[in-house]
């Protein structure tokens, strides 16, 4: 390719360009406020006019720069020197303000965030125990940073938040939880520009081993609760593992004692996917003591209240809060553990099995997490003798234990 040039007085220049087939081209090159422009065209008129546009666009901003009031300009000097030590420019930054702040400046506050988060979540229908701890955590959240926007609020500001000494370790992951759930949702409609939530340092959590009931208390509950109407609440989740809130939403036709088996249903279970538990002989010998055809399996009227009683009649309580009464009658309250009839059920089940993924079928979690929370906890001596745990008949108060533990 050949090129010839032809000056010009005028800026920018137009370069005539001639290829090698002898096509002739002219090309008008030059920068722009620091930006390279290179435009080619097929008549140098064009090429002319270009350079002309370019020509009257270079000097009116120019004249601009004279038009503005001295105190601009004066501002505009002391910006472009802030920003000369991090060389950016001032068009760099002002681009910057408008894409990050200006953006965002007519979001709703978060106090209106929250409440449409809350009002969708309640419409895609989650359960009320989800609602009411959303409300809760995101409540708190509202006292602090109700009236400003999400994209005001920074990170350090966050982990501040989130380093609350009056709140335990548990407390305050779930808190940061709950937030990051707030960021994603408003990210998503445009209101911030990403969940800084997510980045927020979480404190560690110390694992313990979950607690469960040693087969004499298990015995001792049994025979507390054996003429109560809260028998099928402590049978279900001592034998079987069924989460407490899923046990108060099962229905007794969901029941099937001819099928030995129990259907969680989507709309009871906690993850929302069906499984079916089978019940063991254990199970079986209690409900045919308490088993209903129709009805919830809990009655839902002060229910936890009812529970506390008959754990305190079975001397579980917090040590050291015992009554006079009690006191006197020699009786020394023992810790409840957390989930313990659940996670009674899942040690003495896998101890005697081996079996994990029935197990974890009969649960409605993972065999990993079997492995990590449950293994080792229960011998399978003890196993074989919970499992014998049987009343003495249709109308005893007493419990017999049986020779030999089944759990098909």
Not at 189 to 209: D, F, H, M, S, T
């Amino acid at each position: 390719m050949t090129t010839t040039t032809a000056k010009t007085k005028l800026w920018p220049p137009i370069h005539e360009i001639v290829y090698t087939s002898g096509k002739h081209v002219w090309q008008v090159a030059c920068q722009v406020n620091g930006e390279r422009v290179r435009e080619v065209f097929s008549t140098r008129k064009q090429a002319e006019a270009q350079a002309a546009k370019i020509r009257s666009k270079v000097k009116s901003e120019g004249q601009a720069a004279f038009n503005l009031p001295v105190e601009l300009r004066v501002e505009a000097a002391e910006c472009a020197a802030l920003l000369k030590k991090h060389q950016a420019s001032l068009r760099e930054a002002c681009h910057y303000y408008v894409d990050h702040v200006i953006k965002y400046r007519n979001a709703p506050t978060v106090e209106e965030i929250i409440k449409q988060l809350i009002a969708d979540t309640s419409a895609a229908g989650r359960r009320a125990k989800t609602m009411k701890d959303l409300r809760y955590r995101l409540g708190a959240f509202a006292k602090i940073y109700g009236g400003r926007k999400l994209a005001e609020i920074t990170l350090p500001e966050l982990q501040e938040w989130s380093n609350d000494p009056t709140l335990s370790a548990v407390s305050r992951r779930h808190m940061t939880t709950k937030v990051s759930q707030l960021f994603r949702y408003a990210e998503k409609r445009g209101w911030c520009e990403k969940n800084i939530a997510a980045y927020i340092a979480r404190p560690n959590l110390v694992e313990g081993e979950p607690g469960f009931l040693s087969v004499v208390q298990a015995s001792r509950l049994l025979e507390c609760a054996v003429n109560t109407d809260l028998l099928p609440y402590i049978v279900l989740g001592l034998f079987t593992g069924i989460r407490t809130n899923e046990l108060e939403r099962l229905t007794w036709d969901k029941v099937k004692l001819s099928e030995r088996v129990i259907i969680i249903d989507g709309a009871v279970a906690k993850t929302k996917a069906r499984r079916v538990v089978d019940l063991n002989d254990t199970a079986l010998a209690w409900l045919a003591l308490c088993a209903k055809k129709t009805g919830y399996v809990i009655a839902p009227m002060n229910f936890r209240k009812r529970k506390d009683a008959l754990l305190r009649i079975a001397r579980f309580g917090t040590p050291g809060t015992e009554t006079k009464k009690e006191k006197v009658d020699g009786i020394t309250l023992e810790p409840w553990p957390k989930n313990a009839l659940r996670h009674t059920a899942a040690s003495y089940a896998y101890a005697l099995s081996q079996d994990a993924i029935r197990v974890s079928a009969m649960l409605g979690n993972s065999p990993d997490v079997l492995h990590r929370h449950y293994r080792g906890l229960a011998t399978k001596a003890d196993a074989e003798r919970f499992f014998a745990l049987r009343p003495a008949d249709a109308g005893a108060d007493k419990i017999i234990p049986m020779r030999q533990a089944s759990n098909q």
